[in-house]
């Protein structure tokens, strides 16, 4: 079936540097794309959106990139710091679904001081 | 505003009960979808519902079932509780704008069946 997909499940990086977290997705008709940050006993936290008829979005400290063309999502983390250290998910949603999102498996990003 | 509000946040059942979770979403939102969490399996799509409709519906037993009310608040029930059922239960709360979309998520009920 259709399915989002990352390609990493664990990213350990220093503070500083800056992150990028990978996501295939293989339904064409998705028109929306979700980052999410999970930390340990929480929902899901928002963190940048982009449509499909954009290319590249940019948020505070965050980037995220849609290549349409091979189905490839990436968000990009500037100047990374502890406090990202997380579970990051990505998702597709809207198509004929408004409201269905289809979550990729997760990678889980450590930041070293 | 107010965020996704889901409760109760901890729920603790037997096997062979049954279950009703809360989410109320936030005020504009017309769109409640509920997924299921767990460590093997992901987060994983239950339903979703529009405007007081089940507008799609995940891979799950009958047992899971959900409704929304007239002020876009929704439940979900589970009926004859399994082990396999222990899991984060959260709401996503949506609204597709014209440029942007907002699908919020709330804290979850973590369910525990025993």
């Known amino acids: 079936g259709e399915s989002v997909g990352l390609h990493l499940p664990t990213l350990s990086v220093q503070e500083g540097d800056n992150s990028i977290i990978n996501c295939a997705y293989s339904?064409?008709?998705?028109?929306?794309f979700i980052w999410y940050k999970q930390e340990s006993g929480k929902g899901p936290q928002f963190i940048i959106d982009?449509?499909?008829?954009?290319d590249k979005r940019q948020g505070q400290r965050v980037t995220v990139l849609l290549n349409k063309t091979v189905k490839h999502l990436s968000l990009q983390i500037a100047a990374t710091q502890p406090g990202d250290s997380a579970v990051y998910f990505c998702?597709?949603?809207?198509?004929?679904?408004?409201?269905?999102?289809?979550f990729g498996q997760g990678t889980i990003l450590t930041v070293h001081p | 505003k107010a965020g996704v509000t889901q409760t109760p946040r901890y729920l603790i059942k037997t096997r062979g009960q049954q279950v009703t979770l809360s989410c109320s979403p936030i005020?504009?939102?017309?769109?409640v979808s509920w997924y299921q969490q767990t460590p093997g399996q992901g987060l994983q799509f239950l339903f979703e519902?529009?405007?007081?409709?089940?507008?799609n519906k995940g891979n799950f037993p009958g047992r899971f079932s959900g409704r929304q009310f007239s002020n876009s608040r929704s439940e979900m029930n589970v009926s004859t509780l399994e082990l396999g059922d222990s899991a984060l239960y959260l709401c996503?709360?949506?609204?597709?704008?014209?440029?942007?979309?907002?699908?919020?998520f709330g804290q979850g009920t973590r369910l525990t069946v025993v």
């Open positions: 998702a597709e949603g809207g198509g004929t679904s408004y409201g269905k999102l289809t």
């Open positions: 339904n064409s008709a998705s028109d929306y």
């Open positions: 982009i449509r499909s008829n954009m």
């Open positions: 005020s504009g939102h017309r769109s």
């Open positions: 519902y529009f405007s007081e409709t089940q507008r």
């Open positions: 996503a709360s949506i609204n597709k704008g014209a440029t942007n979309t907002e699908a919020f």
